[in-house]
């Protein structure tokens, strides 16, 4: 079972185009969530926007999913 900081690399490369070694989630809202990001050229920002509004923790949590499995269906 992947890592949810393997989980947020893995986005950061789908939704941002960053290729990072670490990744942590550093605020979330209703409309996407920011990372902070270390890569072989340093620590770098990036907001990715969720796939729809969501109102609550839960809805939240469901598009995450969502946007994983996007991902890993395209590779």
Same mark, same amino acid.
């Given at each position: 079972?992947?890592?949810?900081?393997?989980?947020?690399?893995?986005?950061?490369?789908?939704? *941002?185009?960053?290729?990072?070694?670490?990744?942590? @989630?550093? =605020?979330?809202?209703? +409309?996407?969530?920011? !990372?902070?990001?270390?890569?072989?050229?340093?620590?770098?920002?990036?907001?990715? *926007?969720?796939?729809?509004?969501?109102?609550?923790? @839960?809805? =939240?949590?469901?598009? +995450?999913?969502?946007? !994983?499995?996007?991902?890993?269906?395209?590779?």
């Amino acid at each position: 079972m992947p890592t949810t900081a393997m989980r947020s690399i893995l986005l950061a490369r789908a939704f *941002a185009r960053i290729e990072a070694q670490e990744a942590t @989630v550093t =605020a979330v809202d209703r +409309l996407g969530f920011h !990372v902070r990001l270390k890569t072989p050229d340093g620590v770098r920002g990036a907001r990715i *926007a969720f796939l729809r509004e969501v109102s609550n923790p @839960v809805e =939240a949590r469901k598009v +995450l999913v969502e946007m !994983v499995q996007q991902v890993r269906f395209q590779d």
